[in-house]
T-cell receptor, first 113, second 110 residues
Framework: KAGVTQTPRYLIKTRGQQVTLSCSPI?????VSWYQQTPGQGLQFLFE???????NKGNFPGRFSGRQFSNSRSEMNVSTLELGDSALYLC????????????FGPGTRLTVT | LAKTTQPISMDSYEGQEVNITCSHN???????ITWYQQFPSQGPRFIIQ???TKVTNEVASLFIPADRKSSTLSLPRVSLSDTAVYYC???????????FGQGTTLQVKP
């Protein structure tokens, strides 16, 4: 079966702009989680969606938001980009949630200049 | 504040057994402990998950003591292809706190 896909794979934005990242989970998976990965902070949890509802949220400012559609595809939005938002953004899907086996996508590399 | 701590790096040689230990400060009663492997330019990949005692699958073993304040990932007879970053994860959606360790870079030498 097809794995988790993320688009785009690479993105360059300017400070102050906004960005939308997309994630298509494995077919049948209803949980999608988003993570930010940086060399300094490692893997940090952003939020989890399950059946179109945000079920958990990490400690990120309100500029970071997301949503999930009825087909379980998910989008993540970051508004008013800051230089510190440069990171690899990973999404992961699973059948039941974060404490289940998660399948990660390859990530979107965001660079903010 | 819950925290997950693991060594930054480890070196090993082909054919050796490697044990990576992670400490799980304030892990909640319902939390599972999970380990992931990550290669460069790829997302993490699930290795193994457990709640207590010992779990074994085809690639690794996971040891969790009774107090559950630590876990040890055991990789038997590593090869060069096991060179990667290994992350421990303590937390579950019940607590709403999913906490990854900082990752252990394992370098396997010939």
């Amino acid at each position: 079966k097809a794995g988790v896909t993320q688009t785009p794979r690479y993105l360059i934005k300017t400070r102050g702009q906004q960005v939308t990242l997309s994630c298509s989970p494995i077919s049948g998976h209803r949980s999608v989680s988003w993570y930010q990965q940086t060399p300094g902070q490692g893997l940090q949890f952003l939020f989890e969606y399950f059946s179109e509802t945000q079920r958990n949220k990490g400690n990120f400012p309100g500029r970071f938001s997301g949503r999930q559609f009825s087909n379980s595809r998910s989008e993540m939005n970051v508004s008013t980009l800051e230089l510190g938002d440069s990171a690899l953004y990973l999404c992961a899907s699973s059948l039941k949630g974060q404490d289940d086996e998660q399948y990660f996508g390859p990530g979107t590399r965001l660079t903010v200049t | 504040l819950a925290k997950t701590t693991q060594p930054i790096s480890m070196d090993s040689y082909e054919g050796q057994e490697v044990n990576i230990t992670c400490s799980h400060n304030n892990i909640a009663t319902n939390d599972y402990i999970t380990w992931y492997q990550q290669f460069p330019s790829q997302g993490p990949r699930f290795i193994i998950q457990g709640y207590k005692t010992k779990v074994t699958n085809e690639v690794a073993s996971l040891f969790i003591p009774a107090d559950r304040k630590s876990s040890t990932l055991s990789l038997p007879r590593v090869s060069l292809s096991d060179t990667a970053v290994y992350y421990c994860l303590g937390g579950s959606s019940n607590t709403g706190k999913l906490i990854f360790g900082q990752g252990t870079t394992l370098q396997v030498k010939p």
